[in-house]
Each structure stands twice: as C-alpha cells, then as structure tokens.
C-alpha cells in the first residue's frame, strides 16, 4: 500500500458516501463527573449512511467547504480510502476535527493515523494551539483512537432527553518547541 494523504477538491466530496463507514463499537457509560466506563460486552452497530442521512451529511459538508473548512482524502493510487474534515475557526485556538472516517475494507492499515496527523500539521501550520474532536459514547472505537492519539478527555455527557446520544469532547494540546 502506498498511502497518500492529500486535500480533496470541492467535487471530491460527493465521492465521500462510497465509503462502508459501518461499524460495530463499544459503549462507554458516561458519569456525573464526566468520566468514563466501557460497557463490558456491549456494542452498537452503526450501519452504512442511509439515501437520507447521505443527503443531509453531503448539503452539510458543501457548507462546510464553502465556509473554509479542509477535507482530506487518503488514497492508494485512485483507491479512495477515508477522510478527516478539519474546521476552519477554532474554540480557544483549536480547529475541530468534525470527521474521520475510513472505509470498513482499510481500518487496521494506519489511515485514519495519517489523516489525523495530516490535520494536526495543517493545525500546526495555521499556528493553533490545540486540536479538538467531539464523538458519543456509543462510538468507543473513537474513543479508543482519540485516547491513544494523545487526546484528552475535557467534557462529556450521557444520554439526555434532549440529546439521545449524549457526547465525548477530547483536546489535545500541541506543546510549545524551542530552538
């Protein structure tokens, strides 16, 4: 595999719903405090994107471009292979990675790694001071990842009423270098 990490053109976008971006994930419990536990045993299944749900992400996403956000495609050759959607603004001076997502047929291999430090570097470039990403607690293969990418955990919240997922937020502070 020769993997190549680049920026996608606005048209690129549209390819995005070729991905099998199902997934089987463990669950976290989400405490008071905010910490969290794995559901031992428990998974949720999230299946691939629906007509509907693939509209509604991809008339987003053409927004997000519009208002400057980065997509970043992974490709070996002209195989398409996953994602990351970087934003343009920053909360307290770090971009949000709103998506990364890698073809079911290519997890395991290192892409969603080159695609989270791809961006990383853009943040880099841009001089932010941090990196955040948010997920929900039925995805515990983010969590996972995020975790092991030196993400800390700064705010969640278990399932509510209102918001039937509930959420992760994760932060991770670049470190300052000196010459």
């Known amino acids: 595999m020769e993997l190549q990490i680049r920026k996608l053109a606005k048209e690129e976008i549209d390819d995005i719903p070729s991905l099998d971006v199902s997934s ?6 989400v405490a008071p405090d905010g910490s969290l536990t794995r559901r031992e045993g428990e998974t949720c299944e999230h299946p691939r994107w629906g007509e509907k749900e693939t509209a509604t992400r991809l008339n987003l996403w053409h927004r997000n471009i519009d208002e400057g956000a980065t997509f970043l495609g992974a490709f070996d ?9 970087l934003s343009a ?14 073809d079911r047929a290519h997890r395991g291999k290192g892409v969603g790694s080159a695609l989270l430090s791809a961006a990383e570097q853009l943040c880099r470039e841009r001089g932010a001071a941090g990196m955040r990403v ?33 959420w992760v937020k994760f ?5 300052t270098t000196t010459t």
């Open 24 to 29: 089987t994930d463990p669950v976290y419990n």
């Open 77 to 85: 050759g002209c195989v398409f292979m996953g994602f990351c959607l």
């Open 89 to 102: 603004e920053a909360v307290d001076d770090a971009p949000e990675v709103y998506s990364i997502f890698v």
């Open 134 to 166: 948010t997920t929900g607690p039925d995805r515990g293969g983010a969590i996972q990842f995020y975790s092991n990418k030196g993400f800390e955990v700064i705010d969640a919240r278990g399932a509510t009423e209102r918001d039937q997922r509930g």
């Open 171 to 175: 932060l991770k502070r670049f470190g």
